[in-house]
Nanobody, 125 residues
Framework: QVQLVDSGGGLAQPGGSLRLACAAS????????MAWFRQAPGKEREFVAA????????YHTDSVKGRFTISRDNAQNTVYLQMNSLKPEDTAVYYC??????????????????WGQGTQVTVSS
């Protein structure tokens, strides 16, 4: 069993930045990939970005390309989402997730086994 703990959400102004973190509770942790999803009120949970755990590659959905960056701290088993140039439409609860499915890029929520509890990001002036 793996527990993922999301943190780093909060309130930001349009054009501002936030950095989310997702820490895995188990030191021996080797999924195929980790990802960030988000869910706005009344909407489906949508894919944001994924990072391959064993190969140096990442994938970002078009709406966040050039603004968001997914990365990893190998020593801490922690995945980050650096969010720059935030827009009001980025407002959502953000969730990290882990998968052992080797399909790439793993953009479907159905491919993920473990989820964080979510962290709220609100972009507003």
């Amino acid at each position: 069993q793996v527990q993922l703990v999301d943190s780093g959400g909060g309130l930001a102004q349009p054009g501002g930045s936030l950095r989310l973190a997702c820490a895995a509770s188990r030191s021996t942790f080797s999924p195929s990939a980790m990802a960030w999803f988000r869910q706005a009120p009344g909407k489906e949970r949508e894919f944001v970005a994924a990072l391959s755990w064993r190969i140096n590659r990442t994938y970002h959905t078009d709406s966040v390309k050039g603004r968001f960056t997914i990365s990893r701290d190998n020593a801490q088993n922690t995945v980050y989402l650096q969010m720059n140039s935030l827009k009001p439409e980025d407002t959502a609860v953000y969730y990290c997730a882990a998968t052992w499915i080797t399909n790439w890029p793993p953009t479907s929520r159905l491919e993920y086994t473990y989820w964080g509890q979510g962290t709220q990001v609100t972009v507003s002036s």
